[in-house]
């Protein structure tokens, strides 16, 4: 030993030494002493000297493990380390590599391979023992493969230590060089009869991990696994066994059929939860086509949701999800304890419980489901409450809102959760209440009435989060206007001073929807007068003169071909009216001649009204056309210039002598018509498929001319706008240029704001209703931060109300009946992309179906040729006929035992294999030879195999490919 | 592969063991031991031991001053993993004696050597205590 060595080993720190350091290091300089640390540790293990490097290693391995210090640099002497005749050394380094290699990088891994063998063929079983957990955690390929005849070797250990490792390590083999499995397979099965519980349990644990991945392959073993399920008393194993049917059992009625009973029986009998549960699980998720067997879990469950621990409760809330898919008395049995966890300390609780709850939403109680949901979304806290949202969301628009079946309720539910303080939904709530705006006519005009109780309320504005649900109310009281009851308090509250607090793009459906307001009221208006006055003949021969003039305005495209929905359309509708011109327009009513137009009877259009409405839109949009956004600038314009040209129309009817008067609204009236006629074309969902079936015309090349396009708008946030409806309602201008630039200095402080709005309104009354118009207001919305009151704190107050709502033989009394739900033929949405298979995992299941059930021809036809094939081809071939003469045994043992009777049948099939043990024929004896190094334990197996075999070769032949699993 | 991962973190929040079955990157690790550190020990003695995070479920015990969390896959026996960890408690203090936070932290390889004995690739392979520990005290007979 050269002296530097030796004196580094004497001073060289310990693992210990740096362990205090590190606890005396006060916490900003630790950083500091690991770097000083490490570079030791950078010296000291290119030491020669075996103690020094390991110390070193040793060192290294803690600050990797539990400090993140990377030590990839440090694999070579890893390696090193790994060869030393020191079991502690070796240990430290196959520890280390097994922490800190990278199957996927660290090149050296390689270099093990031979270490690796040495050590498999070692003496000493915790040498071998190493070696095999470090392969199963670094094992690459490469390893894998060279390593697997020494693996095979192994699992032939006479020491059952090893013989466990064995088979715990080949899962990772297999996952790496699934070709091990054809070399291997056969003496893991052998392994399912082990009486060593440690090999039994490792094999049990392969195979549940196999089996969760491509449980068919693994059918024919289901024998074997039988004979554990009755007969092992290792809850562990028990557990695993249990898993493993869970996955066979719906592949293969007649053995779900069999496994029932005994399961039932463990359920029964043991008083471990953990069996208890697997069970339980296994139960609901495999068997739950048998009655008694889903009673007696649900019975289990039952006891797990009254009892005291938070882990049983919680695990009995999630078998109970898992029941109710097929079973939903299941939960109304135990719908209180489910409705009050609703309440639990515990938000994991909380959230399986919500589940369960949307799980028994139907159509007849999904109401007070929800009112239930919303009062408990009241109370709780902002995550919980959003949850709650999200969840009565989904479940009420799944399926195109196939639960719901009066919308005006849904809708105004909509509303109502939009108010919720802690709300952030606001972006489903917008996607939906539009959604349902163009699929289902009928609840259009509740649609419009909750908008309008949206946007009249200032208070509103100030919160962010419901800024994408006032977006959607807008639109909707835009887009149908002909059902709002007072165009201008609609235009008030559309042009109000705080929709400054709004973000531009919304602020952008404002104003379109204003101007759609403003067309409707302005051309109903018109159209009223010139339906008595005038002959149709004039009114074309003057849109035409008027249609140049107006095109050349960027307001109007003329698109306008339209064919007016009459139906529902009211804009088509012509009106009378008494008196158009003169100044006691309050008298005035419209009278309306066409159905839909019910909604309109209040409305009074004089002259006046109109003009104050433009004079409103024009006061208000007039700043506005200076906006640096560059949508609501556009838009402004728009609007004004539009108002540029129908005002002197307008006013025409006063002022200007008759004939003039006629001409001038008759001008108005079409270009009026023109703009109505562009708006009033219906606009219905969108299939999300649609874009893609467009065909790419010829000569099209995207992404040529826009590869480059990121790069220029690397500093323009382009909308990520979910509501479709934007992009078509602003079909006049260019939707990709809506910037969403948040401009800060429009985002006041709310408080600051309401106050000042108060004052605003006391000195103006500008912008705020009409005072009986308020009065009603507050009836009906209250505004959202006084609606605690309505909450219904007592848990069970609501297990009461929903006691009814969840009784499924309630008889369906529904006042109405559903609307018409427009739906797109194809089927919209139904993008689910089948989940491949990892490769890996195929490989290994089509290894194992072929060692299995697969090559039966091959199997049989050398069977009968030639008894001296190698005993390799002969295991796989004995493995083969194993299973279908389980069958035949079956086939005849079926008749004399009645269904139920499983277990005891199998244990007498036991015992006969047992007995049969002894007796050999000579071509057993033959067979011994074949393999007299084979250990004990495994000749014994291999004996009931072949006694079986020898029962049923002809079944063996007739019936190849799947094999009667019947046990 | 059942059992994905085996950490103990004191109350502090430092990880005192780590134990992966698949191999990630260390920032992977840090960042992982970060989030369910942060959501495991804010909870209470009242809620239950179970929490889903990312793809894994985690199955936390308490035991003084230090977690044991482990990292399962969907269809683990939650059950059984505390279990696992009880045992792996006793195996411990069976060794220690009254086993504690500095046992663990100065003598990380053994207790990583007993985690090899129970758990290899992520199954638990061997459930009794003597067993677990004979290599360990064959190992610390011979030093």
Excluded at chain 1, 145 to 169: C, E, G, M, Q, W
Excluded at chain 1, 863 to 879: M, P, T, W
């Amino acid at each position: 030993m050269t002296g530097p060595s030796l004196m580094e080993s004497l001073f060289q720190r310990s693992l210990d030494d740096l362990i205090k350091g590190l606890r005396l290091s006060p916490p900003g300089v630790e950083a500091a002493f690991i770097a000083k640390s490490v570079d030791e540790i950078r010296r000291e293990i290119k030491s020669t000297d075996s103690q020094t490097k390991a110390t070193a290693l040793q060192k290294l391995t803690y600050l990797h493990s539990l400090h993140g210090v990377d030590m990839s640099w440090a694999a070579f002497p890893t390696v090193e380390l790994s060869s030393s005749a020191v079991h502690s050394h070796k240990r430290l380094a196959f520890l280390s590599a097994s922490l800190s290699f990278n199957p996927n990088t660290t090149d050296v891994i390689l270099l093990l391979t031979h270490q690796l063998r040495k050590d498999f063929s070692s003496s000493n079983p915790h040498d071998v023992s190493l070696a095999l957990s470090t392969l199963s955690s670094i094992s690459t390929p490469d390893l894998s493969r060279d390593l697997t005849p020494d693996l095979f070797t192994l699992l032939n250990s006479s020491k059952n230590f090893v013989k466990k490792k064995a088979i715990a390590a080949i899962l990772r083999v297999f996952e790496q060089y699934p070709e091990a499995v054809r070399v291997c397979f056969k003496r893991i099965v052998e392994n399912l009869e082990s009486s060593d519980m440690g090999v039994l349990s490792a094999a049990v644990g392969l195979f549940c991990e196999l089996t969760v991945k491509e449980p068919r392959s693994y059918l024919p073993l289901a024998p074997e696994f039988y004979k554990i399920l009755v007969d092992s008393r290792n809850n562990w194993v028990l557990i695993k066994v249990l898993k493993i049917f869970a996955k066979l059992a719906p592949l293969e009625p007649r053995l779900a059929k069999r496994i029932v009973e005994p399961i039932c029986e463990h359920l029964r009998r043991t008083g471990a939860k953990s069996l208890e549960f697997e069970c339980v699980n296994t139960i609901v998720t495999s068997l739950s086509e048998y009655e008694p067997a889903v009673k007696l879990a649900v019975m289990k469950i039952q006891e797990f949701l009254l009892d005291n621990d938070p882990n049983l409760k919680y695990l009995g809330l999630q078998a109970l999800a898992i029941v109710a898919a097929n079973h939903s008395w299941a939960v109304l049995e135990n719908k209180d304890v489910v409705i009050k966890s609703l309440d639990d300390v515990d938000v994991n609780i909380k959230l399986e419980a919500l589940q369960l709850v949307m799980a028994m939403v139907s159509e007849d109680n999904v109401a007070e489901i929800c009112k239930v949901l919303i009062s408990y979304a009241l109370k709780s806290d902002p995550e919980f409450c959003n949850e709650i949202l999200g969840s009565i969301l989904s479940t009420c628009s799944r399926n195109f809102y196939d639960v719901i079946v009066d919308f005006d309720w849904y809708v105004s539910l909509l509303g109502e959760m939009s108010r919720i303080p802690h709300c952030q939904k606001g972006e489903e709530i917008e996607t939906q209440l539009i959604d349902i705006g163009m699929r289902v006519k009928d609840v259009r005009p509740e649609l419009v009435h909750i908008a309008r109780g949206l946007l009249i309320d200032p208070a509103l504005l100030g919160n962010p989060f419901i800024h994408k649900v006032l977006s959607a109310a807008a639109w909707l009281s835009g887009e149908y206007v002909e059902f709002s009851r007072n165009s201008l308090e609609l235009m008030e509250s559309l042009l109000q001073p705080r929709t400054c607090l709004l973000p531009p793009p919304i602020r952008a459906v404002y104003i379109q929807s204003a101007f759609k307001v403003l067309t409707f009221c302005i051309y109903s208006f018109l159209s009223s007068g010139d339906d008595t006055s005038y002959p149709s003949e004039l009114t074309d021969s003057v849109l035409k003169g008027d249609f140049q003039e107006s095109s050349d305005t960027a307001t109007i495209t003329p698109i306008s071909d339209t064919d007016l929905d009459d139906g529902l359309n009211p804009r088509s509708s012509h009106q009378p009216t008494k008196c158009v011109s003169t100044g006691n327009g309050e008298d005035s009513v419209i009278s309306h001649e066409q159905e839909s137009s019910a909604s309109l009877k209040k409305q009074q259009l004089t002259q006046k009204s109109v003009m104050d409405l433009v004079n409103l839109v024009e006061t208000n949009l007039g700043p506005l056309a200076g906006s640096h956004e560059v949508e609501i600038q556009e838009r402004a314009s728009n609007v004004l210039g539009m108002i540029e040209l129908i005002k002197p129309r307008i006013h025409s009817s006063t002022d200007e002598s008759e004939g003039d008067k006629i001409k001038g609204e008759l001008r108005a009236s079409n270009m009026m018509k023109l703009m109505f006629d562009a708006f009033s074309e219906e606009l219905g969902p969108v299939s999300v498929s649609a874009q893609e079936r467009v065909p790419i015309p010829d000569g099209l090349v995207l992404k040529e001319s826009l590869s480059d396009i990121e790069a220029i708008c690397d500093d323009i946030k382009l909308p990520i706008s979910s509501s479709f409806s934007l992009v078509r309602s602003f079909s006049m201008t260019d939707a990709n240029l809506i910037h969403e630039r948040p401009s800060k200095e429009e985002y006041e402080p709310s408080s600051e704001s309401t106050s000042l709005l108060a004052e605003h309104r006391k000195r103006h009354e500008l912008y705020y209703l009409p005072s009986e118009n308020k009065a009603m207001i507050s009836n009906n919305y209250p505004p959202a931060h006084e609606r605690k009151d309505l909450a219904i704190d007592e848990p069970e107050d609501l297990v009461k109300l929903t006691k009814q709502s969840l009784d499924l033989r309630k008889k369906r009394n529904q006042a109405k009946t559903r609307p018409v739900v427009v739906k797109l033929d194809d089927g919209e949405g139904a993008h689910i992309a089948a989940k491949k298979p990892e490769l890996n995992d195929d490989l290994i299941s089509g290894a194992v179906r072929e060692v299995l059930l697969g090559n039966e021809a091959a199997s049989s036809s050398s069977r009968s040729k030639s008894s001296n094939k190698a005993s390799k081809e002969r295991e796989k071939n004995e493995l083969n006929i194993d299973r279908p003469s389980e069958s035949k045994m079956d086939v005849t043992n079926t008749v004399e035992s009645e269904l139920g009777h499983g277990s005891s049948r199998r244990r007498k099939h036991r015992i006969d294999g047992k007995e049969k043990k002894h007796p050999s024929s000579g071509k057993e004896k033959k067979e011994h030879d074949h393999k007299d190094k084979q250990k004990s334990d495994h000749r014994h197996s291999k004996h009931k195999s072949r006694q079986r075999a020898d029962g049923a070769l002809n079944v063996a032949a007739q019936s190849p490919v799947i094999p009667d699993f019947l046990l | 592969m059942g059992i994905r991962f085996v950490l103990m973190v004191n109350k502090q929040g430092q990880t005192r063991l780590a134990q992966y079955y698949e191999y990630l990157t260390l920032e992977e690790r840090r960042a992982l031991e970060g989030e369910i550190v942060r959501k495991c020990l804010a909870r209470n003695e009242q809620q239950c031991s179970f929490v889903e995070h990312r793809n894994y479920k985690i199955v936390y015990r308490r035991y003084a001053s230090l977690f044991f969390l482990v990292g399962v896959d969907n269809e683990e026996n939650e059950l059984a993993i505390l279990e696992f960890i009880h045992l792996l408690v006793e195996t411990m203090d069976r060794h220690f004696g009254n086993v504690c936070e500095l046992d663990i932290m100065f003598h990380l390889e053994k207790a990583h050597f007993m985690l090899e004995e129970m758990v290899m690739n992520g199954c638990i392979v061997e459930t009794s205590k003597s067993n677990i520990l004979s290599p360990i005290q064959l190992m610390e007979k011979a030093s």
